[in-house]
């Protein structure tokens, strides 16, 4: 069935590395694309989005990446801070659309 | 900055009662939505709402749910008679009126039903 999902429910950094978490989604018809930053208590907060005719989009210290050949998505996060921890989900909707899919979600685990 | 803004931030209620979240969404948005989140699962969509109609609604939005924009700054979603299973956080949120724009959340209101 038509689904957003992530490949790893937790990801554990030090501090200062690079972090990658990764989304999987499998309708082709997707044409946007969000990654949100959940904090526990807290709602889903706006960090980057995409849409389906770019490959790539920088932010401050994130990039997102799509590659729509295998349907994934991905968000960079550079020089991970404390402050980065939290859940992360990957949302998209459809043309027409304006309900969005969210995914699983990756809890990030910062080291100091 | 502006943000959409929900009360209570927790509402316990008995089973069989009703109840009324209520969202004021950011003042020059067109598009507003409820979404919950069951505790430790992903955040499902529930309704659309644009130009004082349901745009769109999923599954879960059955008839014991309902919306309202009352005035002019005000958004609310009511559940007639609370089941256990109702038991989750409720997220309001907004959006502009072009498409694919970013939906902007409040904190969220948890709902307790015992």
């Known amino acids: 069935g038509e689904s957003v999902g992530l490949h790893l429910p937790t990801l554990s ?11 999987a989604y499998s309708n082709s018809a997707s ?24 490959d790539k989009r920088q932010g ?16 960079q996060i550079a020089a991970t801070q404390p402050g980065d921890s939290a859940v992360y ?23 100091p | ?6 009360t209570p931030s927790h509402q316990v209620t008995q ?18 939505y409820w979404y919950r989140q069951i505790l430790g699962q992903k ?16 599954e879960i939005f059955d008839d014991q749910f309902s919306v309202e924009r009352p005035d002019g700054s005000n958004f609310t979603l009511k559940i007639r008679s609370t089941k256990l299973e109702d038991s989750a956080m409720y997220f309001c949120a907004s959006s502009g009126g072009q498409a694919n724009t970013e939906a902007f959340f409040g904190q969220g209101t948890r709902l307790t039903v015992v």
């Open chain 1, 13 to 23: 950094v030090q501090e200062g590395d690079n972090s990658i978490i990764n989304c």
């Open chain 2, 43 to 58: 955040v499902e969509f529930l309704v659309s709402f644009y130009n004082n109609e349901i745009s769109e609604k999923s």
């Open chain 2, 15 to 32: 089973m069989g009662q009703e109840v009324i979240l209520r969202c004021v969404p950011i003042s020059n948005h067109l598009y507003f």
């Open chain 1, 60 to 75: 401050q210290r994130v990039t997102v990446l799509l590659n729509k050949t295998v349907k994934h998505l991905s968000l």
């Open chain 1, 89 to 111: 989900f990957c949302a998209e909707n459809r043309a027409g659309r304006r309900a969005l899919t969210f995914g699983s979600g990756t809890r990030l685990q910062v080291q």
């Open chain 1, 31 to 54: 044409d946007y694309f969000i990654w949100y930053k959940q904090e526990s208590g807290k709602g889903p907060q706006f960090i980057i989005d995409i849409r389906s005719n770019m």
């Open chain 2, 1 to 6: 900055e502006p943000e959409v803004t929900q």
